[in-house]
Nanobody
């Protein structure tokens, strides 16, 4: 069983930066593909960014391209989401997700394990 614990959310102003972290309690963390999703009020859960094993492949939602960066540290069993130039529309609960595969898909159902989420609120 994989347990994921997110941290780093909070209330910030537009233009600020935040770094989210997600630590996994699992052996062989390096065999998992990882992703960050978010879900705003009255919205569906959407993919923000994903990263393959070995960090060879990454991809981002168009809305966060060039502002967010996903990375992983397999020695620390942790995946990060560096967020810059935050906008009010980035306000959401952010979830990390994991799946034992080389590279995950874009849909929530492509991931078997989820964290509890961390709230990010961006004020204008």
């Amino acid at each position: 069983q994989v347990q994921l614990v997110e941290s780093g959310g909070g209330l910030v102003q537009a233009g600020d930066s935040l770094r989210l972290s997600c630590q996994a309690s699992v052996l062989s963390f390096n065999t998992y593909t990882l992703a960050w999703f978010r879900q705003g009020v009255t919205k569906e859960r959407e993919l923000v960014a994903r990263i393959s094993r070995s960090a060879y492949l990454t991809s981002y939602a168009d809305s966060v391209q060039d502002r967010f960066t996903i990375s992983r540290d397999d020695a620390k069993n942790t995946v990060y989401l560096q967020m810059k130039n935050l906008k009010p529309e980035d306000t959401a609960v952010y979830y990390c997700a994991a799946h034992k595969a080389y590279y995950g898909g874009k849909a929530p159902e492509d991931y078997a394990y989820w964290g509890q989420g961390t709230q990010v609120t961006v004020s204008s």
